[in-house]
């Protein structure tokens, strides 16, 4: 990743990651790390999903041209597709680029991203879907995009142009896990980001 590509979009990362620091220290002073991991990572999935939106649904596009629609029985619907997951593990600016960068300056045993989207597609509808495995946090994945996905959105406008708010996002993420590594192996920071990531990517802000 080219360092001078990224440098637009910092202020709005840092100043999103700063807000969250804030929300969510304790009166003691103390972030509980997981759930910080849990709440970008799951902003960052949303992310991927928004810029797909404003890259490919022009006037007169439906959500079933853009995206797989996966219908759950209480009527919630839940988006998948390649272009998605291009975002959020294909290219070299990709939500999983950011994670694994982190992994690989530090020589850390990567992340199985594989099983982790199997099991996020196959818990989708399921009681289980936002909860992050093995993992306590503050909210569900779904609680986090909804409660600060709408306030944080002109923050990273600021510097993302269409299509490019992961970016945004992604550099929050890099700053979550250094800010995190005392407390939580980086291994288990990528784990908890990406479940959350992969999470938060399918989820229709309607139903939230």
């Not at 986090?144 to 490019?164: C, D, M, N, T, V």
Request: proline share 2%; hydrophobic share 40%; with cysteine.
């Amino acid at each position: 990743m080219i360092k001078m590509e990224l440098e637009q979009y910092k202020s709005s990362a840092f100043e999103i990651f700063d807000r969250l620091l804030r929300a969510m220290r304790s009166p003691e002073g103390y972030v509980h790390p997981q759930s910080l991991l849990c709440c970008i990572g799951s902003l960052a999935g949303y992310s991927c999903q928004q810029d797909v939106r404003k890259l490919f649904m022009t006037e007169g596009v439906k959500e079933e041209d853009v995206f797989t629609v996966f219908t759950d029985k209480s009527g919630r619907k839940y988006f998948y597709g390649d272009i998605i997951d291009e975002k959020l593990v294909g290219n070299n600016y990709s939500v999983w680029s950011f994670t694994a960068g982190v992994l690989k300056k530090y020589n850390e045993p990567f992340t199985d991203v594989g099983e982790m989207l199997r099991y996020t597609a196959a818990n989708a509808g399921g009681a289980s879907f936002g909860k992050i495995r093995n993992c306590t946090t503050g909210e569900t994945v779904q609680s986090y995009i909804k409660l600060l996905w709408q306030p944080l959105l002109p923050i990273a406008q600021k510097s993302a142009g269409r299509g490019e708010l992961h970016l945004v996002f992604g550099l929050c993420i890099q700053k979550a896990m250094m800010t995190c590594k005392n407390a939580v192996s980086l291994s288990e920071c990528a784990r908890i980001i990406m479940e959350s990531a992969l999470t938060g990517a399918r989820v229709d802000f309607k139903d939230l």
